[in-house]
Nanobody
Framework: VQLQASGGGLVQAGGSLRLSCAFS????????MSWFRQVPGKEREFVAA???????DYADSLKGRFTISRDNAKKAMYLQMNSLKPEDTAAYYC?????????????????WGRGTQVTVSS
């Protein structure tokens, strides 16, 4: 399995970004998918997860601003981020778990893509 995250960039506070994660190598619908983020010196933080049926889970602090989705036909996952804040600045990673059930801790995930940097200016 290979994952490729994209869509990061520099945005002003209050703006929006849409991240994408391209999946290749296996049957996408067999995998629960997730977004994590990390800033230097801190642990990787759960953002959101989605299973193949579209069940979603979010970090409590991000509910209402971030929306996770996936397109099984395109083997892709997305993260729509609205009302961005400077504290959302981080490297964002997509991850895949060979399971129908979403996970929250990073250790639940089998495959990781390289991060895409999101920087929110005040």
């Amino acid at each position: 399995v290979q994952l490729q995250a994209s869509g990061g960039g520099l945005v002003q506070a209050g703006g929006s970004l849409r991240l994408s994660c391209a999946f290749s190598g296996r049957t996408f619908s067999n995998y629960a998918m997730s977004w994590f983020r990390q800033v230097p010196g801190k642990e990787r933080e759960f953002v959101a997860a989605i299973n193949s049926d579209g069940y979603t889970d979010y970090a409590d602090s991000l509910k209402g601003r971030f929306t996770i989705s996936r397109d099984n036909a395109k083997k892709a996952m997305y993260l729509q981020m609205n009302s961005l804040k400077p504290e959302d600045t981080a490297a964002y990673y997509c991850a895949a778990r060979w399971s129908f059930v979403v996970g929250v801790p990073p250790r639940d995930y089998d495959y990781w893509g390289r991060g895409t940097q999101v920087t929110v200016s005040s």
